[in-house]
């Protein structure tokens, strides 16, 4: 499975961005997925995930309320609706899939198997 993130760039806080992220492959539609992502001299932190149903998701304290993680199995894409953005918000944004199927949206970046190669989000204040 690859993994493309698209839809990053700059805006100014209060604005909004919609990042996605295509995958190849037929079992996309087994895979809970992921967004995770990492400042400059940060460690890599998680964002939000969704489950291969899209009927189940989990956020971060810090993007709750403001971000919504949706997905189009027919399309084979994962998106990150951001909102509110605030410059805190600034990092490369990463999607990742899980592949454990059935299994609840885990959290820690090291259950992740399949990553996207990042696109940067730059929030100026």
């Known amino acids: 499975v690859q993994l493309q993130a698209s839809g990053g760039g700059l805006v100014e806080a209060g604005g909004s961005l919609r990042l996605s992220c295509a995958a190849s492959?037929?079992?996309?539609?087994?895979?809970?997925m992921g967004w995770f992502r990492q400042a400059p001299g940060k460690e890599r932190e998680f964002v939000a995930a969704?489950?291969?149903?899209?009927?189940?998701?989990y956020y971060a304290d810090s993007v709750k309320d403001r971000f919504t993680i949706s997905r189009d199995n027919a399309k084979n894409t994962v998106y990150l609706q951001m909102n509110s953005l605030k410059p805190e918000d600034t990092a490369v944004y990463y999607c990742?899939?899980?592949?454990?199927?059935?299994?609840?949206?885990?959290?820690?970046?090291?259950?992740?198997?399949?990553w996207g190669q990042g696109t940067q989000v730059t929030v100026s204040s």
């Open positions: 990742a899939g899980d592949t454990i199927y059935g299994g609840p949206v885990r959290v820690l970046s090291a259950d992740y198997t399949y």
């Open positions: 492959g037929r079992a996309f539609s087994r895979y809970n």
């Open positions: 969704i489950s291969w149903s899209g009927s189940s998701t």
